[in-house]
């Protein structure tokens, strides 16, 4: 009996300690977090499932415990995926918002591609993936939001 609570204790944890990146997907609702807490918003384009630089990125920086702490209180992360696969599809309404905001955006739709942006939607600073660290890689965010 000890062992099956063990067990169940230790599953529990790990499921608490794999969460991710919070990930906003709603640009709307991103803006107002982001002007209530006076944050930037970091949008993210990506294709999740098809996209190696996309995928090491998300690997590198977006997944870290540093960046996930960081991020926490520093940014609004919001994410436009673009997946490939018919298993990673988004719903029809998520997929037109993610071209309303690549419209707006990303017009020559580079993936990955990282802008920074203030309150209300202004550009702040436009990045990619780069082989760096995460450290290295919120100092560049943080540079454009000065």
């Not at 996209?51 to 920086?61: M, Q, T, Y």
């Not at 673009?82 to 993936?111: C, H, I, M, W």
Request: glycine share 4%.
């Amino acid at each position: 009996m000890n062992n099956v609570i063990v067990v169940c204790m230790l599953m529990f944890l790990s499921l608490n300690t794999a969460v991710g990146q919070e990930w906003q997907t709603d640009f709307a609702k991103a803006k107002k977090t982001a002007t209530a807490e006076n944050r930037p918003i970091i949008l993210v384009f990506q294709g999740s499932d098809w996209c190696a630089p996309c995928i090491k990125l998300d690997r590198e920086v977006w997944s870290t415990k540093f960046f996930i702490d960081y991020a926490a209180t520093n940014y609004v992360m919001v994410q436009a995926d673009f997946p490939r696969r018919k298993k990673n599809a988004l719903s029809d309404e998520q997929t037109k918002a993610n071209a309303k905001l690549a419209e707006a955006y990303n017009k020559n739709g580079v993936f990955p591609f990282v802008v920074v942006l203030d309150h209300t939607g202004a550009v702040l600073g436009e990045t990619s993936y780069k082989k760096t660290t995460p450290q290295t890689y919120i100092d560049e965010l943080n540079a454009f939001a000065k």
